[in-house]
């Protein structure tokens, strides 16, 4: 019986043991997990970098072909600077090229090809820039007839299209160790449960027979003390009687005193003998109610180990299942952002790369100077879609700044008063009411920009046939404070644009100016700071956007 009750202790405490192990060995292998997806990220982004750098070759080549040209048309200095430039980019990026190809183990051996043709070319321009400034035209015009540059641009071609399919296959490649590494996650987390559960009901069931088997023991201990207490009332009335027997004998017959004494001496010792007996009957129903205690706070100790596991188990599912979330969300909007600049940047770079080629037949002054004017606002747009990426990486950065305590009432007022004048110019009328949540405690540039963005977006897509009513106010929603805005302007089509409603460069009235900026920014803050946003509109009545920022955050240490 000992021999099982010991066995069936280190049972429970082996239990407790192996479960403790598979939370090791779990969060081992998340924190390996983790290293696979980071890895996998940077192959993806490198991958994204080379083939921007095997573009930025096709690029320079063009930039040095059209410097040639120009000045061959018109003998400015500055055309030899845009020559000395793109040479230095095309260096530059031969240089990325090859570094980047061999860490992926490519073979540079075209790579070098490649590279020989290019400064052969350059060479050759080398030659043409000298042709035109000592004036020999006709070397000038019988190189130009050959188009030197032709080939070598084909040849750029063809190695960034294999480029491209390789570093395409990288990422496909690190796509798919990344969706593994997921999905082990998953399955991992699922063995673990199809594994601590029925330890955990084997627990129970162990803790359940120990208490069964402890009221038994109580039961059979009730039961020894009652049979006990009945044998000794039984002998306490047989001594009485006998004794009785032997005072009435011991009047009636004198003779038999001897042995009276002698019985007497008899029930002395069964006295004793009863005595001890219950002196140990006593002794082991000590040891039994000790045993009980001890059983008692065993299975106390486990019972509160099981809740301890079990809640812990429990936040560790709940804290990747967030962070699952919050991945999977992060690599759709990077994504979707990284489609979007790449789209917008392609647009201008193919519209001046068409212009250059155009340039090279026109036939007269004013012809140049269209499409250079073109090319110019070419340049601008290309400009502009680099200063949104500027913008929206700063709001990246942002989220590193102190969190502050902000008034909410102080900061609207600065905002109008940076919109003052389109206030004035529109007759708008800005109510606002912040007496039911005064306070938040967050980012306040980052609130800033959303009261901004969606205050000039209420002014911006106002309804011509009326003026502006604006209303801000806030209010208090368990952990969050809502910050409504609504106005009276033209609304947006929600069964329409609901989807596309917060992405970058998307528009819904294209009779205003704007780039589909301010909606993209206003959402990505209010992740940022771990809020949600939310939006009602009417087409031809107005829209409503309420957003809910957590009211306190652990991190307060200062006030805006």
């Known amino acids: 019986m000992a021999a099982v009750s010991w ?28 290293q696979v997806i980071t890895f996998n990220k940077q192959q993806q982004e490198e991958a994204e970098r080379i083939k921007v750098n095997a573009s930025e070759v096709i690029r320079a080549l063009h930039l040095l072909d059209m410097a040639v040209r120009s000045y061959a048309i018109v003998e400015k200095a500055s055309f030899l600077d845009a020559r000395d430039t793109a040479i230095a980019d095309m ?7 090859e570094k980047a190809l061999a860490a992926q183990h490519y073979n540079l051996n075209e ?37 030197p540059g032709f080939p070598v641009w084909k040849q750029c071609k063809a190695f960034n299209d294999r480029i491209d399919g390789f570093e395409d296959n990288i990422s496909r490649q690190a796509q798919g160790r ?3 590494a997921l999905k082990n996650i998953y399955l991992l987390q699922l063995l673990l449960f199809l594994f601590t559960v029925p330890l955990l009901a084997y627990t129970a069931y162990q803790a359940n027979r120990s208490i069964m088997v402890a009221e038994q023991l109580r039961k059979s ?39 009276i004494v002698s019985h007497n001496e008899q029930l002395q010792l069964q006295q004793q003998e009863i005595e001890r007996q219950r002196n140990v009957l006593a002794e082991q129903h000590n040891k039994v109610q000790l045993a009980n205690r001890t059983i008692e706070e065993k299975n106390e100790l486990i019972q509160r180990h099981n809740r301890e596991l079990v809640l812990e188990v429990t936040r560790q599912t709940q804290d990747l299942k967030q962070a699952n979330l919050e991945l999977i969300e992060h690599n759709s909007r990077l994504e979707q952002f990284a489609f979007i600049i790449s789209h917008n940047l392609r647009a201008p770079m193919a519209r001046l790369v068409g212009l250059s080629e155009v340039l090279n037949f026109a036939k007269d002054d004013q012809e140049v100077a269209e499409v250079v004017k073109l090319m110019v606002r070419s340049t601008y747009d290309l400009d502009q879609v680099i200063k949104d990426l500027t913008v929206i990486l700063g709001v990246q950065k942002m989220n590193t700044q102190i ?5 909410l009432r102080v900061l609207f007022e600065k905002v109008m008063q940076s919109l003052e004048e389109e206030i004035k110019q529109t007759h708008a009328t800005v109510t606002t009411d912040f007496s039911l949540a005064q306070t938040v405690h967050s980012l306040p540039p980052y609130l800033e920009s959303i009261f901004y963005n969606l205050l000039s977006n209420a002014i911006k897509y106002r309804d011509p046939k009326r003026a502006p009513v604006i209303d801000v106010r806030s209010r208090e929603d368990d952990d969050y404070v809502v910050i409504a805005v609504r106005d009276n302007g033209l609304g947006i089509d929600l069964g329409k ?51 809910f920022l957590r009211r306190d955050h652990p991190s307060k240490n200062t006030t805006w």
């Open 221 to 259: 201990e009730m039961t020894r003390a009652t049979m006990l207490l009945e044998q000794n009332a039984l002998l306490e009335r047989t001594v009485h009687q006998r004794t009785v027997e032997i005072l009435t004998q011991n009047e009636e017959i004198s003779a038999q005193n001897e042995e």
């Open 111 to 147: 790579l070098y090809v490649l590279k020989d043709s290019v400064h052969k070319y350059v060479d050759v321009t080398g030659v043409m820039m000298k042709y035109l400034q000592r004036g020999q035209l006709n070397k000038f015009s019988e190189l130009l007839n050959i188009d």
């Open 497 to 547: 644009y609901q989807d596309k409603l917060f992405n970058l460069y998307k528009r819904f009235h294209h009779h205003v100016e704007g780039k589909g900026m301010g909606l993209y920014l206003v959402k990505t803050q209010v992740a940022a700071v771990s809020g949600k946003i939310e939006v009602e509109s009417v087409v031809g009545e107005g829209t409503t956007f309420r957003v």
């Open 403 to 407: 969190l502050a305590d902000v008034n």
């Open 7 to 34: 066995l069936k202790g280190y049972v429970l405490y082996a239990v407790v043991f192996l479960v403790a192990l598979l939370m090791l060995i779990n969060m081992l292998l998340i924190y390996r997990n983790n």
């Open 91 to 97: 260096n530059n990026a031969f240089n990325g090229l």
């Open 178 to 180: 990344y969706e593994r």
